[in-house]
């Protein structure tokens, strides 16, 4: 089993930065792509930003590129989520995810919010 905890949500003003952290611990992930997804009130879950197991790969929303990075550290078991330029419609619940690519193996955290107001 993975345990998946996400830290560093809050409330921001338009323009300003957060950095998300996602910490593994139950088994490393240095294997798993690491992916984030947001969910705002009302609206379906959706994908944000994704990392190969070796970080060498990502891929982003087209919402949120140019302005966020997703990055990992296998040594510390951590996905990173740096969100710059904030905008209101980046307001969301912010979720982890591991995927062990080729298998059915899928973890998630419980989420932090992120609210940015203008």
């Known amino acids: 089993q993975v345990q998946l905890v996400e830290s560093g949500g809050g409330l921001v003003q338009a323009g300003g930065s957060l950095r998300l952290s996602c910490a593994a611990s139950?088994?490393?992930?240095?294997?798993?792509?690491m992916n984030w997804f947001r969910q705002a009130p009302g609206k379906d879950r959706e994908f944000v930003a994704t990392?190969?197991?070796?970080?060498?790969?990502?891929n982003y929303v087209d919402s949120v590129k140019g302005r966020f990075t997703i990055s990992r550290d296998n040594a510390k078991n951590t996905v990173y989520l740096q969100m710059n330029s904030l905008k209101p419609e980046d307001t969301a619940v912010y979720y982890c995810?591991?995927?062990?690519?080729?298998?059915?193996?899928?973890?998630w955290g419980q989420g932090t919010q992120v609210t940015v107001s203008s």
């Open positions: 990392i190969n197991w070796n970080g060498g790969s990502t």
């Open positions: 139950g088994r490393t992930v240095s294997r798993y792509a």
């Open positions: 995810n591991a995927w062990l690519q080729g298998s059915t193996l899928s973890y």
